[in-house]
């Protein structure tokens, strides 16, 4: 019963739990010397001890005087002043001698004898002088409390007299990996096994955000032995504990069940995806966050539940809404499933005019999503969505400058890609190439959409043997472009090692499990044009209708056994141990809209097509052909 | 002859010679185990050495069939499937069994038998699967090189089966402080003694930017000395050595010249301000910068030279130049001198629809100007500088979400404006009070200007006896205001401990150096006041012209000896050991335009002022009284 009420709570109301239940003070101040105190946070207020400067000194190199006894000196009737007693030698950062109150630069006086100087013009009192104070006076404020301690912050410090500071002590999160499946990531996994590394990224968030944080041993899923990690940890009084999932509902439940023992289960699942079996509770004064065994929900719970928790202890204010945010247009229809506030990660690119941002694969289970996200768009629960084209919020996890210097390359997927990704950024360092695999034809779409820079394609046209120019001719009416060839690519059948099947053409494919691509992309261009060739009906083929998006799905397809052939480039054979029978060799080229060709990024695309280096890297790739790579095919 | 192409060189013609003799390439990798790696930067990029998942695996919790065996399963007609043979029972994350390639949730299943399980729907393939290779396929492209590690980079690497990461080793930064007036921030400066920090700040950047900096003893005043110095660092083989220069000269001389003798000097003179005498050069391999003395020249040189060099070496493209940035608009006219970049210091409040730059102290050895600073205005040498009122582009160093919560306080200045600043930023995380002492009617101008939320005044109306209403009336014409009483304050002369030349009242004035407060302060107008009320003649007080702008600064400077007397709230006298002599009572209110009431930090500074622990807090203070803390005097 009592559970209805702590299942399924929107994140806000989980979140007042949460910090109900911790009472998240900041935490008292410890005292460290000045060269450990960077990143700190102040504990206390830091008030001057000493003056700085703390007597008045000469800001100049020259000569201390009275003021008053320069009066009447000119360029014609210069005044004489006797060393020692009128005109005192100082050094910048000397105190003023007695009787003086101020001073003439070296340069504006002239020696005339042993003991004298002339001067061609009085001064006013001060002059050159940096009073006691000028910077800062004793008992002023120089930093307050819940201050994160900069470089600067070092240097004011330390020049008014201290020499240690009152820092908060850094929250303690102690951390229980869970499930019986886990293994850590030094060991090489076996089917049925999966690496832990969820502790590894949330103590990086911890320590990201100043705590420190313990990661125990993978406890298995044996409620016992739970029991007996989560008091052990208890034991050594953690301000926080983490008690993390495995994949199982199994490890999930004895948390939940624990907590409820122990102490007090407050939410059993929170309306937000991805990360919907988040747990919390309190045992005693220590609070417990269960947090979910897929890792983007396990990160996700980290931004949206730990970090803000951690920033209360260290009296600072912030949570993950304080994120810089932006708005952008999303390419694709954007809706959440009722009652949930749904995070979907995006990229971000600038196309002409507009930000845009490209939603992720949106699985739970897929990190990279996380990796190559730029941000966060929140669908808010009980929303209708946000339609394609439509404005978007997203929480920036990079600065809008690198998404300004972002290059989108949408269109057919070629792992060879991802090495022009590297050479830019090595070699452009701030440049940063992003990519997507929606076939070629898709990428024409999107660039005629203006939602990329650059599209691939290797498209042939059946009646012509030409790769590309009808294409671009009827998906980019209008639109000048210029298609410059990437390289030479061969195509062939992925089979397991062996060729169990036998498959050495395409009258072998209605024999055996395939397993395609999807409309629109270049390979299946080609699978279609030369079934056609041959009368081969792909009603024939068993797992035709069976698509995937990328050269290293379908190759991931036949690797695991779900199918007994597909088609692809080289590389995705090379990629996972398969066999390749070559079919023979295709055209891929970038398509370039005119509009973007100033684009700087775009540029150095272009140029590293030229590039000694990229040309040797990408021709040492089996299966491509540099000879044409670099090469302007049209130019409309 | 030579020295004059080296001086008072262009910044980016200094920076491009420094970046031409260091030739900085990014620097090899090294191997750090992934808890180590965070914030690391990749040296080279991360391809995925297993597939993730590296097996097909079960999404959910169920039982796994072939998803064809499942046709024709209805409400009506549910199909019964064996266990063992056409089920198997799957946990989330366990492998398909052979031959299933389906997964029906737990919660669509009726278990009929022992042997058996009911399904009223059929499934398509793959449903609830998680297909090898989902996130990432074996040879993919994970992270690039020159990529910051952040904890969800963790997460992918560990994923695809690194426990490792090869990441840039750490630039290696000697430095060496010079000159013989420093001493350690552990030790009390005698007069002419100057704690040494700039290590401290170097260092600090050093670190913050991704480097290790080893600092060495300080080294006196002496060419040897300073020349072996100089040797025994580069012994070590540094990346980049930084020799501080002291206050005078001296210091900086001798390493000008030292660099000439050992190798080569580049730049003695950067057209740059604070930070005029940067030295560079280079000794063998090794890339030298000699630092300014001067704090905020030190710091600047810092962010625009050493940090770059270190971005530079991790394959990092971070300048200052990609700090983020804003446009606001100047409270004041900037210029700067010709020949030379000038770096204003700047804090930046929005006040109604403008953002706002306040000027900040421009004096090179005011480190405070930097930890108050929010951002930089660069004025371009040979500009014309900007005008108040014009736009100016400003650096930030903080979020603009920081200064949209910032309260900007103006007028009078009181010191324990520092403690309400304390208390807001502890009882309201995030909120933030900045404040400029420019008189109690700059303040009411300011606030008619719209450069500021709240004034702080104590303006006598010398005819009703009454306290800031007429003059309100008089520069706040037609603007509704709130007037709130901050704190009755007690006024009086400072003097030297003994009062050794008895100051008691008004009348002993023109006995005595007096330092005096600037026209339109409210301890200036109570000043001319009593001195009209008596008949004294201004002209007949010594260093009546010399004015201070706030009481510290007066404190200060009869501190110091500078003069004998001044006046003041009695708090200054404490904060530097003074007599206080007692003229009387005189009430501070805080000026709010209703324009302003409803920023919430506005709201947060009223409410402290009704707070029992703040007015406890402010009526501990010798001098204050708080009988009418929080009195709304006026709301027009």
């Known amino acids: 019963m009592r559970d209805i009420y702590l299942e399924d709570i929107p994140l806000d109301e989980a979140r007042a739990r949460l910090l109900n239940a911790a009472n998240p003070q900041p935490l008292p101040g410890e005292s460290v010397p000045l060269s450990e105190a960077l990143g700190r946070v102040t504990a206390e207020p830091i008030f001057a001890a000493i003056s700085s400067p703390h007597y008045h000194s000469s800001a100049m190199d020259g000569y201390a005087v009275q003021a008053q006894a320069t009066t009447g000196a000119t360029e014609t009737r210069p005044l004489r002043l006797a060393l020692g007693t009128q005109a005192q030698p100082v050094n910048t950062g000397d105190p003023l001698p007695a009787g003086t109150n101020a001073v003439i630069m070296i340069e504006d006086v002239q020696q005339v004898a042993d003991d004298a100087i002339e001067i061609r013009a009085p001064v006013v009192p001060y002059q050159h002088v ?18 994160r301690i900069r470089p600067v912050d070092l240097g004011a410090m330390a020049g008014c007299g201290h020499a240690q500071a009152s820092v908060r002590r850094r929250p303690r999160v102690i951390i229980i990996p869970t499930g019986s499946e886990l293994i850590a990531p030094t060991e090489r996994p076996a089917p049925g096994q999966i690496v832990e590394y969820n502790s590894l990224m949330l103590r990086a968030q911890v320590i990201e955000s100043g705590g420190a944080a313990d990661v125990t041993a993978i406890v298995p899923d044996d409620r016992d032995r739970l029991r007996t990690a989560i008091q052990a940890a208890l034991a050594e009084q953690p301000d926080l504990l983490l008690v993390l999932s495995g994949s199982s509902a199994g490890s999930r439940d004895f948390t939940a069940s624990i907590v409820r023992e122990l102490g007090e289960l407050l939410v059993h699942g929170v309306a937000v995806r991805p990360g919907h079996p988040v747990i919390i509770g309190a045992i005693g004064s220590v609070p417990l966050i269960g947090v979910p065994g897929y890792p983007v929900s396990a990160a996700l719970t980290g931004e949206l539940f730990v970090q803000p928790l951690l920033a209360r202890w260290l009296g600072l204010d912030a949570t993950v809404e304080d994120q810089p945010r932006t708005q952008a247009i999303t390419t694709r229809k954007l809706t959440s499933p009722t009652g949930d506030d749904d995070f979907v990660r995006v990229t971000l690119a600038r196309v ?80 940063r190439l ?110 035709y209708e069976r698509e995937e998006n990328t050269h290293l799905a379908v190759a991931a397809a036949v690797a695991s056994g779900m199918a007994d052939c597909g088609m692809g480039v080289r590389s995705g054979a090379l990629a996972l141990g398969l066999e390749f029978v070559a079919i023979g060799w295709e055209r891929y080229d970038l398509v370039i809209p005119h ?23 990408l021709g040492a790739q089996p299966g491509y052909d540099t000879r044409e790579t670099g090469t302007i095919q049209l130019d409309t």
Request: charged share 20%; net charge negative; glycine share 12%.
């Open 434 to 543: 992003t990519s997507a695999g929606v076939g070629s034809v898709g990428g024409l779409v999107a660039l005629r959409r203006q939602e990329a820079h650059i599209a691939g394609s290797h498209l042939l046209d059946t009646e012509t043997g030409e790769y590309n120019f009808s294409y671009v001719a009827k998906y980019l009416p209008g639109i000048a472009v210029r298609l410059i060839t990437f390289a030479h690519r061969e195509q062939g059948f992925y089979v397991q090692p062996g060729n169990p099947h036998g498959v050495h053409n395409f009258g072998d494919l209605p024999r055996v499990r395939f397993v395609n691509r999807q409309r629109g992309a270049g390979t299946r261009v080609l699978l279609d044009y030369e079934l056609g060739q041959r009368g081969i009906a792909p009603e024939s083929i068993a797992g």
């Open 595 to 617: 509009a973007h060709l100033d684009h700087p990024g775009v540029q150095h695309v272009i140029a590293l097509l030229d590039d000694a280096e990229f040309r040797a890297a």
């Open 130 to 147: 940096r009073l006691m104070g000028e910077d800062m006076v004793a008992t002023e404020l120089v930093l307050p409390a819940n201050h």
């Open 352 to 431: 002409g005019e507009r930000l845009l941002a490209a939603p992720l694969n949106r699985g739970a289970g897929v990190i990279t999503s996380l990796v190559r996200a730029d941000g966060l768009a929140l669908i808010l629960r009980f929303s209708e969505g946000v339609d394609a084209g439509q404005a978007v919020e997203v929480r920036l996890y990079h600065s809008l400058r690198t998404i300004e210097r972002t290059v989108a390359v949408v269109g057919s997927h070629d792992p060879m890609i991802d090495l022009l990704a590297q050479f830019l950024a090595v070699r452009y360092p701030g440049d």
